[in-house]
């Protein structure tokens, strides 16, 4: 199946720091990436959609400010954690959505950890 | 809210079929149901999905009801590697994002 990467796979930052998170399609090109979040024995939640060249769109109660969100290349999305609290932390997962009508399949990368002390 | 209902888990004996059922009674003409699965600390992991006629790939089968109000999951010869969370996902719209419910735990013991 398609791949899909993310850097870092485990990070831990001070309070208040920002973190920044990649998501790459390495053998597709993605004109929309997903970005998830995870909370220990939950399933995943929805935070953004991510669209090439365009301001993401973010679910409800997803502070934009806070997650912000950067498609520039058909390739790479980033998702910066900003100002990170004990609370952020969390398992963030990516996706890549690939192909059209019968054949789109969302493809996810593996995962990054984030604790924030 | 969830657009399918699945058990919250099940077993099965490594080595046997594993059964995965999945209830979309409210399912629409154009949705598809996709299967994901998560082993413990991963990203899911793409299983299959399908309209309404039954499809088969390398690593299992998806069997959906003529009405399309449920389907089933197979793997046909469970290994200990298996053992995961299995999602059951409709999807209304291209390209929108998959939304996931609580999903099966299945575990597979030898």
């Known amino acids: 199946g398609a791949v899909v990467s993310q850097h870092p796979s485990r990070v831990i930052c001070k309070s208040g720091t920002s973190v920044k998170i990649e998501c790459r399609s390495l053998?597709?090109?993605?004109?929309?990436m997903f970005w998830y979040r995870q909370f220990p024995k939950q399933s995943l939640m929805l935070m953004a959609t991510?669209?090439?060249?365009?301001?993401?769109?973010?679910e409800q109660g997803v502070e934009k400010d806070k997650f912000l969100i950067n498609h520039a290349s058909l390739t790479l999305s980033t998702l910066t954690v900003t100002s990170a609290h004990p609370e952020d932390s969390s398992f963030y997962i990516c996706s890549a959505l690939r192909g059209r009508g019968r054949q789109e399949t969302q493809y996810f990368g593996p995962g990054t950890r984030l604790l924030v002390l | 809210d969830a657009k399918t209902t699945q058990p919250t888990s099940m077993d099965c004996a490594e080595g046997r079929a594993a059964n995965l059922p999945c209830n979309h009674s409210t399912i629409s003409g154009n949705e598809y149901v996709y299967w994901y699965r998560q082993i413990h600390s991963q990203g899911p992991q793409y299983i299959i999905h399908?309209?309404?006629n039954n499809e088969t790939n390398e690593m299992a089968s998806l069997i959906i009801t003529e009405d399309r109000k449920s389907s089933t999951l197979i793997l046909p010869h469970a290994t200990l590697r298996d053992t995961a969370v299995y999602y059951c996902i409709v999807r209304d719209q291209a390209g929108t994002a998959l939304i996931f419910g609580k999903g099966t735990t299945l575990s597979v013991s030898s």
């Open positions: 053998d597709f090109q993605a004109t929309t």
């Open positions: 399908g309209l309404k």
């Open positions: 991510s669209n090439e060249g365009s301001k993401a769109t973010y």
